[in-house]
């Protein structure tokens, strides 16, 4: 299910800030570093069984609950405005849009790849590990004048930074398509809702997008099935399996459960509550390192983590996404309780090289090509530099 979609063409206001495009060589020392990382595991040897999040419906409130399951916790929630013109990090025929909406993204591997986030339209994207996950071959986007790609993770905030519903998302596939970097990480696949209660779940298998959205997975009042509200880490076919014989089917089918029990849920349930007991009913123990709660028509995003308990939001009305503002950021285990916008403060280099250079030692297993890989993702914020529009 597929359209084809010109690229994005906005331009921000009167100021825009401009990621500078890698040249020809950095390009070629990604795909050579792609290929020679396609068989890196976690360095500590763990095996990785990743999150899973869930399309709730409760007392007519819609909330997005996900759990962060992996080997690590350590992240920044940082902003990321509106009016910045970027250019992926991919190995191939990058591709380069402007922002149009700002957003507050999750990132363990630098700034600009998330592994969620929210928009200030209320699309969610959230992308969890699917083991069997495979990408287009470059050849392919090599061939096709219409393709253009960006990296696998990256693919996130490409969407926040382009996208105000699930239908524009599905629309853009005809034209960006997510590439890795690191396959043997970007192993993903990802679920995206937007405020009216729709819902995507977008995967690649033998290096074709499947996609499961439309009439075909909604009910005859036009909200998405069951089935279609969760996802976890087998592909979303696997997981309609009635022989539940692994981890992901389990998680899966507890909760298909508590999506419906969140359908009949009594009046004075508090959804906030219920939300954080659905992600204790599908946790896996230590690697559950964060629970995310979003509330798309509010533009709230409420978290904690295994590190710190209290439960934290940040409100989306009450960030400043234009492109002459400063993007701010907070640790993510930062031991605050309540709202956090007093406590965001300017994301530096620093902040940047504190996360990359954790999940590089932590997850990726020393090499020369990792090193060249971790330094593009230290860089790459700084690529960004303010750029006058003409009138």
């Not at 390009?27 to 050579?32: G, H, V």
């Not at 990802?190 to 009910?219: C, K, L, N, Q």
Request: aromatic content about 8%.
């Amino acid at each position: 299910m597929t359209n084809r979609a010109a690229l994005p063409t906005q331009r921000g206001s009167s100021l825009r800030w401009k990621c500078r495009p890698l040249n020809s060589g950095v390009r070629w020392c990604l795909f050579f570093c792609g290929l020679c990382l396609g068989v890196i595991t976690p360095s500590d040897g763990s095996r990785v069984d990743a999150c899973t999040v869930m399309r709730l419906r409760i007392n007519g409130q819609l909330v997005i609950a996900r759990n962060h399951d992996w080997p690590f916790g350590e992240a920044h929630v940082v902003t990321n405005l509106r009016g910045i013109e970027k250019t992926s990090l991919a190995t191939v025929k990058p591709a380069t849009w402007v922002s149009k909406y700002g957003s507050v993204s999750f990132c363990q591997f630098g700034r600009e790849i998330p592994f969620a986030g929210m928009n200030e339209k209320g699309l969610t994207v959230d992308l969890l590990r699917l083991p069997e996950a495979a990408f287009p071959d470059p050849n392919e986007l090599l061939n096709d004048p219409d393709l253009h790609a960006v990296n696998a993770i990256q693919w996130v905030q490409y969407q926040l930074d382009t996208a105000a519903t699930v239908a524009e998302v599905v629309t853009s596939l005809s034209s960006i398509v997510p590439t890795p970097m690191l396959p043997m990480v970007e192993r993903v696949h990802y679920f995206v809702t937007d405020p009216s209660g729709d819902v995507a779940i977008v995967e690649f298998i033998d290096g074709e997008a499947v996609i499961r959205h439309g009439d075909d997975y909604r009910d005859s009042e036009g909200e998405p099935k069951t089935a279609a509200c969760v996802l976890a880490n087998s592909s979303w076919k696997d997981s309609q399996a009635t022989h539940i014989d692994d981890g992901s089917l389990l998680r899966y089918r507890r909760g298909m459960k508590l999506v419906e029990m969140a359908d009949s849920a009594k009046k004075e349930v508090d959804p906030k509550e219920f939300a954080k007991r659905c992600l204790m009913n599908v946790a896996q123990g230590p690697m559950t390192q964060w629970n995310l709660i979003y509330f798309p028509a509010e533009r709230q995003i409420h978290f904690r983590t295994q590190s710190a308990t209290s439960v934290r939001w940040i409100d989306l009305d009450d960030l400043q996404f234009g492109n002459d503002s400063t993007p701010v950021g907070i640790d993510i285990d930062n031991n605050l309780e309540g709202d956090v916008r007093e406590h965001l403060r300017p994301v530096s280099s620093e902040d940047n090289q504190r996360i990359v250079n954790h999940a590089f030692d932590h997850f990726v297993t020393p090499s020369l090509p990792q090193m060249m890989i971790k330094q593009l993702l230290l860089d790459y914020p700084s690529k960004f530099y303010p750029q006058p529009v003409a009138p």
